[in-house]
């Protein structure tokens, strides 16, 4: 199956600081998603993103299709942002999900 | 209001029992999806349905059974064959194909003693 990478693991910020999280993956697919695992265990989709970048609020994305990586990026964070963010991609039969960067925002 | 719901929020089982876990949506999707969370893990996709009456295996299958009589209920089994069936179980939905937005449900923690 697809090998889906995130990075960092495990990331700390001061509320109103920005992060970059990444997403690598290894083969070609047919789209990309992003998600938020809240610490109830409710995943939210944040973008829907096979290709380009796409804003909304603080959040924006940016997934570069040849060079096989996503981006998300989070400015001027928040203590609700704390949780896991997963990026899956499809392929042609199955969807693969990535471990996680678990972010806590701490005021 | 539209969305999905799974019943119930948290199962215990003895070892050896089948379970059957509930998934209800009221968005209209045709396609529905069961995936398995391990402690400090992402998702790994189990089984899904694109349309009723038709469902394809994900990653990991084995020692689950589904069915998908109506396009608003996707209930999962958990078999006795299942090796190790304690986890989260999350259920989501999308408008047609795999792959598109998915929208997911709050999830059943299963334990089995």
């Known amino acids: 199956g697809i090998q889906v990478e995130q990075s960092p693991p495990d990331l700390i910020l001061q509320e109103g600081a920005n992060s970059t999280l990444r997403c690598n993956f290894s083969?070609?697919?047919?789209?990309l998603q992003w998600f938020h695992q809240n610490p109830w265990g409710q995943l939210i989709n944040l973008f829907y993103?096979?290709?380009g970048t796409k804003q909304n609020g603080r959040l924006s994305a940016t997934t570069v299709a040849t060079e096989r990586y996503s981006l998300l990026y989070i400015s001027s964070s928040q203590t609700t942002d704390s949780g896991v963010y997963f990026c899956a991609v499809a392929g042609a039969n199955n969807l693969f999900f990535g471990t996680g960067t678990r972010l806590t925002v701490i005021p | 209001d539209g969305g999905i719901t799974q019943s119930p929020k948290y199962l215990f089982r003895k070892e050896g029992q089948n379970v059957t876990l509930s998934c209800e949506q009221n968005l209209n999707h045709d396609a529905m999806y069961w995936y398995r969370q391990d402690p400090g893990q992402g998702l790994r996709l189990i089984y899904y349905?694109?349309?009723?009456?038709?469902?394809q295996k994900g990653d990991i299958a084995e020692g689950y059974s589904v069915s998908r009589e109506k396009k608003e209920s996707f209930p999962l089994t958990v078999t006795s064959a299942q090796k190790n069936p304690t986890a989260f179980y999350l259920c989501a939905s999308s408008r047609d194909r795999l792959g598109d937005t998915q929208y997911f449900g709050p999830g059943t923690r299963l334990t089995v003693l």
């Open positions: 993103i096979p290709s």
């Open positions: 349905s694109q349309i009723v009456n038709d469902f």
């Open positions: 083969d070609s697919v047919n789209n």
